[in-house]
């Protein structure tokens, strides 16, 4: 079949590049290729500041996602095989498609530190629902991570032993510095009714950014268990905010069961996995912990783990389970073993500043590519949600485009680094490098914090904001993405910045 253009993958990425080319190529067709019928696609889309954007994701059948999009033919299938001269790739149900321009979207998938049957990794609405059936009969689990997903499960897990595994001296290093850290901590040592007593805490909840399944899709969850062979080795879309609620391992009845029973261990990775018989033979023991210490018993009466992990620092613990949520792995293939990819250290397709890859006519988006280009001083990528979306209608720019012989800009959303969430309860933004990426020692911090309420963080740099952390209901983000974008000089205001008696954004009005 010949098409104008083809996009591969029913992720934010590739349902974005689809639903833009549509609009701005009314009259070409768009052939979308998603391994399953259930696809995800951003609502409800928020826009405030002039970078900052909010959305919930829903997961939706892919027809009804197109059905107001004549120019879209919807394939289930999965891209087996492609060949970059003759522009077409193979699906394995044997269709050829033929394309002026592709868009690769596949996304990623986890990067699981062992393959056993104890190690789960999370990607996407199947391996939750695996993780919440291991999860209802687990006493203990050991969660290895600092990324945003750990940061997620550490705190909705109730009613079982946590133990958290973490390279760094300080949780959620991928997100924020110590100070936040510091802020957050003792919300891992709170139960579950303190912290939905607290009214704040509640009313942000209510207020995330919402992850939905479409409730009417009976009939679709029949039709991809029905084409689940042939999609056996591809994952689903990832998952955005939200998908963490309801991981509790049993329903909150009392106080012990809403109990959150976290210990971190910081500096460590997972060395390898012992099992019982060998950590017999081995004559090694496991490394004491608050339970222990609470539980007093003899050795001889601690319970029995299937398994055992045993951390770079050498201490050994006993669980039901390990959750690895290291990070994702790019999803290239099959096309990275079909052409010569440019591929970046971390497996990502290679594009440029219009999401072109280095073969011809081939362009990707969202977690299956790295991002090559100079960027703007304040933008770097993170596989995210945001920007899955963002470089997939940007894609879908640059494809229509190119396909005119027109040049096209770099678009404005490349120009500031921004990301709206929520952790344990509370809202964060982040702008630019919050974590002073880069800048090595030439930079300075200013900070307020309020216990339990706020923690806000700027990043100065010869004298401009470039970055800054915002937790709580601060309400300071637009005023400080147009500080930054601006680049205004600060030095003479910096002392008052942060004076929660001045109403900053009104100062810059
Ligand atoms: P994906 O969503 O992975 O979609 C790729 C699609 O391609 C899939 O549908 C797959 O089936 C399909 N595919 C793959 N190979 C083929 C093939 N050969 N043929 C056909 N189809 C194929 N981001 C945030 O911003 N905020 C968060 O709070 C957040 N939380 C997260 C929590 C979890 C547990 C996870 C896993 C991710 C989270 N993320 C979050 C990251 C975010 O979900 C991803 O960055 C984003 O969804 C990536 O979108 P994508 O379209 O690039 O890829």
């Not at 868009?103 to 789960?120: A, D, E, L, M, Q």
């Not at 977690?367 to 703007?376: K, Q, R």
């Not at 933008?379 to 012989?405: D, E, I, T």
């Not at 700027?458 to 400080?480: D, N, Q, S």
Request: aromatic residues 10%; proline residues 3%.
């Amino acid at each position: 079949m010949n098409c104008t253009f083809v996009v591969v993958g029913g992720g934010i990425a590739g349902v974005s590049c689809v639903e833009q080319l549509s609009q701005i190529c009314a009259k070409e067709t768009i052939t979308f290729i998603t391994a399953r019928d259930v696809v995800k696609a951003a609502h409800n889309l928020k826009t405030y500041g002039r970078t900052l954007e909010e959305f919930d994701v829903k997961e939706q059948s892919a027809n009804s996602v197109f059905n107001h999009c004549p120019n879209v033919v919807i394939v289930q299938s999965q891209v087996v095989a492609f060949n970059p001269e003759e522009h077409w790739i193979l699906t394995d149900k044997d269709e050829k498609f033929v394309y002026k321009k592709l868009c690769i979207c596949t996304g990623g998938r986890p990067n699981i530190i062992y393959k056993s049957p104890f190690v789960v990794g999370i990607r996407d609405t199947e391996s939750v629902q695996q993780l919440k059936d291991k999860l209802s009969k687990a006493r203990r689990v050991v969660i290895v991570g600092n990324g945003g997903i750990a940061l997620e499960l550490v705190y909705e897990l109730y009613g079982c032993q946590v133990l958290w595994a973490i390279k760094d001296d300080a949780i959620g290093n991928a997100f924020f510095d110590k100070g936040a850290a510091t802020f957050f901590l003792p919300h891992l040592e709170s139960n579950l009714p303190v912290a939905m007593a607290n009214q704040k805490c509640m009313e942000s909840y209510v207020k995330r950014m919402k992850y939905g399944i479409e409730t009417s899709l009976s009939s679709v969850s029949q039709h991809s268990s029905a084409s689940s062979d042939s999609t056996q080795t591809v994952c689903g879309g990832a998952l955005g905010p939200d998908w963490s609620s309801g991981l509790t391992v049993c329903d909150i009845n009392s106080e012990k069961e809403a109990k959150r029973q976290v210990y971190v261990r910081y500096n460590c990775e997972v060395k390898h996995l012992i099992d019982p018989q060998e950590l017999k033979q081995s004559n090694q023991n496991e490394a004491s912990s608050p339970w222990h210490e609470t539980t007093g018993k003899e050795s001889a009466d601690l319970p029995d783990w299937p398994v055992y992990v045993q951390l770079t620092n050498d201490e050994i613990y006993g669980c039901d389970l390990i959750v690895s949520a290291t990070g994702v792995i790019p999803n290239t293939q099959p096309f990275a073993s079909c052409a010569p990819f440019h591929i970046a250290d971390d497996g990502g397709l290679l594009v440029d500043s219009n999401m072109q890859t280095n073969v011809v006519d081939v362009y990707a988006a969202g977690d299956v590519c790295s991002t090559g280009w100079n960027p703007a001083p304040c933008w770097f990528q993170m596989r995210l949600w945001s920007q899955a979306r963002q470089m997939g209608v940007f894609a879908a720019k640059c494809m229509m485009a190119h396909l005119s012989n027109e040049q096209i800009s770099t678009d404005f959303c490349f120009e500031l680094f921004t990301h709206v969430t929520q952790f344990f309860g509370y809202k964060v933004v982040l702008l630019g490098k919050y974590n002073a990426q880069g800048l090595g020692s030439d930079h300075e911090l200013l900070v307020r914090c309020t216990k339990a309420v706020e923690y806000v963080k700027i990043v100065l740099h010869r004298g401009k904001m470039c970055g800054a952390v915002l937790i709580g209901e601060t309400e300071l983000e637009e005023t400080f993405e147009n500080l930054i974008l601006n680049e205004m000089d600060l030095t003479l205001l910096r002392d008052h910045l942060l004076d929660p008696d001045i109403d900053i954004e009104d100062y810059f009005d």
